[in-house]
C-alpha cells in the first residue's frame, strides 16, 4: 500500500467481495433479460415471415430481400442476415412466444438455439438439451458435443429443476452471453489492421455450417496486420469442409473485414476437462511452428 493511502477499515475486503458479486449477479440478470428479448424479437420476425409463407406463399427470394432490407435499415445490428431470417422462421415454427418467455430456450444465445433448430428435428429432444444447457451452464459447444453423443439417450431423464435452478454467473453459458452483449474476453480480442474484430460472432457464423462439427477463431501474428484472423475447424465425418463455403458463408453474414483469412482444419481442438476450448493453446502451437 502507498504511504498517501488511507488504511482501509476493518470488513473492507468482505464488503468489496459482496458488491462485486451483487454487481456479477445483477450484470447475469440484465444480460439474461435482454437475451430473452432478443429472442422474441427474433421469434416475431420469424412468425410474420412464417405467416406469409403459409398465406401468400412467400418465396426464398422474398425472405432474402427482407434480410436485406432489415439490415439496411439497421445496420448496427447485428443477426439480421439472410440465414439467420430462415432461422427466425424454423424457431416461429418450432416454439410459441410463449415458450420462448417461459421455458428454457429462452435463456439460451441465439447460436445455441440455431444449434438445437439444425442438430435436432424432435421437438422433445430439443427441449431436453435446452433445460439441460440451461440448467449445466453448457457453452454452445459443449451443447453440441452432448447432441452428438446422444447424451439424452444415455440419462433418460430430463432435467427437472428449470427454471428453478439456473446457470451461475461464472459458467460457461454466461460467459458466452456476456461476450455477446458486453465484449469478448480482452485475451481473445483480435486486433486485425488496427480494428477490434470479436471471434465469437465468426465461431457463431461458422458453426452454423452443417459440415462444421466445432470452430475456434484466434488472432496469429502477422507481420501486415499485426494479427490475422485464423479458424480452427473440426469437420463433420472426418471430411474436409469446403473452404470456399465457409468464406462465402461469413460474407453473408459478416462484414468481410471480419472473415476469417485462413483456416486450419484438425481432427480435435484442445479442450479442458469441462470442455471449455483452451485457445492459448492454438496461438502457441502456431507461434512454435514457425519459429
Not at 215 to 225: H, K, T, Y
Request: charged share 25%; proline share 4%; aromatic share 6%.
Amino acid at each position: 500500500m502507498s504511504p498517501t493511502e488511507p488504511a482501509l477499515p476493518d470488513g473492507y475486503a468482505d464488503l468489496l467481495e459482496k458488491l462485486k458479486s451483487t454487481a456479477a449477479a445483477a450484470r447475469w440478470h440484465a444480460q439474461r433479460v435482454v437475451n430473452t428479448e432478443l429472442l422474441r424479437l427474433y421469434w416475431r420476425l420469424g412468425s410474420a415471415v412464417l405467416e406469409r409463407q403459409r398465406e401468400v406463399g412467400w418465396g426464398i427470394r422474398v425472405i432474402d430481400r427482407l434480410g436485406t432490407d432489415l439490415r439496411a435499415a439497421f445496420p448496427d445490428m447485428r443477426g439480421l442476415s439472410r440465414s439467420n431470417i430462415h432461422s427466425m422462421r424454423k424457431m416461429a415454427d418450432a416454439w410459441s412466444e410463449q415458450a420462448i418467455v417461459q421455458q428454457a430456450v429462452g435463456q439460451l444465445p441465439w447460436g445455441h438455439v440455431t444449434v438445437l433448430l439444425d442438430k435436432i428435428s424432435d421437438q422433445d429432444e430439443r427441449d431436453w438439451y435446452a433445460a439441460a444447457a440451461a440448467e449445466h451452464g453448457w457453452s454452445r459447444d459443449v451443447l453440441r458435443q452432448q447432441i452428438m453423443n446422444q447424451l439424452h439417450r444415455r440419462i433418460g431423464a430430463a432435467p427437472s429443476n428449470f427454471p428453478a435452478q439456473l446457470a451461475s454467473v461464472d459458467s460457461e453459458l454466461a460467459q458466452q452471453l456476456t461476450r455477446v452483449y458486453v465484449v469478448d474476453r480482452a485475451k481473445d480480442m483480435i486486433l486485425s489492421g488496427g480494428v477490434n474484430i470479436f471471434p465469437s460472432e465468426i465461431e457463431e457464423v461458422l458453426a452454423a455450417h452443417p459440415d462444421v462439427v466445432q470452430v475456434a477463431v484466434v488472432g496469429l501474428p502477422d507481420d501486415r496486420w499485426g494479427e490475422v484472423v485464423t479458424a480452427y475447424v473440426v469437420s463433420r465425418g472426418g471430411q474436409q469442409a469446403d473452404e470456399s463455403e465457409l468464406d462465402a458463408l461469413c460474407l453473408d453474414r459478416m462484414a468481410a473485414y471480419k472473415r476469417p483469412r485462413r483456416y486450419v482444419f484438425v481432427d480435435a481442438l484442445p479442450q479442458n476437462s469441462s470442455g471449455k476450448l483452451l485457445k492459448h493453446e492454438l496461438r502457441a502451437a502456431a507461434v512454435r511452428s514457425t519459429a
